[in-house]
């Protein structure tokens, strides 16, 4: 790989800013750190013999896992996400499948249905204004007739019993 350098310091701090890295933890498996690799740190850390050269190439390395990573947490987002917009999809077309718009049975059917609904609506109407109109003649000519009746023969309850009484004390 090369690496174009128009000085060494800036090339180091290039790195530094742009670069996500890694850290081994203690099982040995990497994990993300927030902060840039201190690319000076690393220089100082590295092999004797081994050249800032080398070093920037592992971190450009370290920098191409991280974008690979990244990469590869949207595609599995991506993944997921057109898993579930799938099923959504299946269901769509199996309502489709059960009732096409284009199906002139299904809108016979529809159309008897509404025809049926209505008549029972227009039926049940009817009843409710007899119903009405049998309670309106209840509450104006029966009840008050059954009231008068009731106030009759409450009074000749009453009378049959005074005449009862009378005749007991005779």
């Known amino acids: 790989m090369q690496l174009v350098q128009t000085s060494k310091k800036q090339s180091i701090e290039d790195a530094t ?6 850290q081994q933890d203690s099982y040995g498996a990497s994990t ?10 690393l220089a100082r850390k590295g092999r004797p013999d081994a050249s800032l050269k080398t070093k920037l190439e592992i971190a ?15 595609l599995a987002a991506a993944l997921q996400s057109a898993q579930q917009q799938r099923a959504f999809l299946r269901l769509v077309m199996r309502a489709c499948e059960r009732s096409p718009a284009s199906d002139g049975g299904y809108a016979k059917r529809l ?6 609904v209505e008549k029972e609506a227009a039926k049940l109407k009817a ?19 059954l009231m008068q009746t009731r106030e ?19």
């Open 60 to 74: 450009s390395g370290y920098e191409f896992m991280s974008a690979l990573e990244d990469r590869a947490e949207a």
């Open 127 to 145: 009843e409710e204004e007899a119903l009405r109109h049998e309670e309106g003649e209840l509450r104006t000519q029966v009840l008050p007739r």
């Open 111 to 116: 159309q008897e249905t509404l025809r049926l």
């Open 152 to 170: 009759e023969t409450q009074i000749d309850r009453g009378r049959m019993l005074a005449r009862i009484d009378k005749q007991r004390d005779r």
């Open 32 to 41: 993300r750190r927030k902060a840039p690799i201190d690319m000076q740190a």
């Open 17 to 22: 800013r742009t670069m996500g890295t890694k």
